[in-house]
């Protein structure tokens, strides 16, 4: 069973998305192409919202792919995007990612349903990351 470790993908106004990914350290961009992320708790920023657990990781999930096809699945919903990765000058396991527009599907997930939460917040994170 791979091992889990928890990532904050971004800091947004209304809170912030914590991921899981499949490895042991931090990964570089040359690790980040090919693994999967799954979303596990949404952070709000409000103390009386707290924290979200999403009950099925699995249903909110990230592929990064090696070709820079970012893949999405936001409940019963489908994304797709492009993603890539610009190492810094120091050191290239550190950088900069950048995500770019996701075009996703807008089914009605039944109850209880995140995807739309989640996929504001995931164009609010883009839109801040593109500055």
């Not at 570089?28 to 992320?37: C, E």
């Not at 657990?53 to 797709?80: H, K, M, W, Y």
């Not at 000058?89 to 996701?102: I, Y």
Request: aromatic share 4%.
């Amino acid at each position: 069973m791979a091992s889990y470790f928890l990532r904050a993908i971004g800091l947004l106004g209304s809170g912030l998305l914590v991921l899981a990914g499949h490895a042991g350290a931090a990964p570089s961009a040359p690790q980040l192409a090919g693994s999967a992320w799954e979303l596990v708790a949404i952070q709000s920023m409000d103390d009386a919202q707290g924290r979200t657990l999403i009950d099925a990781p699995e249903r909110f999930t990230l592929r990064f792919g090696a070709d820079g096809q970012l893949v999405l699945r936001l409940d019963c919903n489908r994304g797709s995007g492009r993603w890539s990765h610009t190492p810094s000058a120091a050191d290239r396991a550190s950088g900069s990612l950048q995500l770019g527009p996701v075009a996703s599907t807008r089914a009605m997930c039944p109850p209880p349903h995140l995807d739309n939460r989640v996929a504001r917040d995931l164009e609010a994170l883009i839109r801040k990351l593109r500055g």
